[in-house]
Nanobody, 116 residues
Framework: QVQLVESGGGLVQAGGSLRLSCAYS????????MGWHRQAPGEQRELVATITTGGTTNYADSVKGRFTISRDNPKNTVYLQMNSLKPEDTAVYYC??????????WGQGTQVTVST
């Protein structure tokens, strides 16, 4: 069974931190590059961080130096540590395969709101 469950979002002031978690089930996720995507109101979904099964990471320029992605393979969990949050980070955050498209299965996401 394929499932993605994101959690950890919330309301935080600019400069604050949040840690998102994503529990996944299904071999399609365990054996693939995973990523955190986000979608702000009226915007396209964007990929902000990726991690391979071996732990190699990559980040969008907009979050580089502030966000850290990690994964715990035995626990089938991906994390996103977000520091120095900015109002422009406000979005619904989703985890999925890095190559997921709008036609892929998506979880419910978790809302992150950064206030000024």
């Amino acid at each position: 069974q394929v499932q993605l469950v994101e959690s950890g979002g919330g309301l935080v002031q600019a400069g604050g931190s949040l840690r998102l978690s994503c529990a996944y089930s299904g071999s399609i996720f365990r054996s693939n590059v995973m990523g955190w995507h986000r979608q702000a109101p009226g915007e396209q979904r964007e990929l902000v961080a990726t991690i391979t099964t071996g732990g190699t990471t990559n980040y969008a320029d907009s979050v580089k130096g502030r966000f850290t992605i990690s994964r715990d393979n035995p626990k089938n969990t991906v994390y996103l540590q977000m520091n120095s949050l900015k109002p422009e980070d406000t979005a619904v955050y989703y985890c999925n395969r890095a190559v997921a498209t709008k036609y892929s299965y998506w979880g419910q996401g978790t809302q992150v709101t950064v206030s000024t």
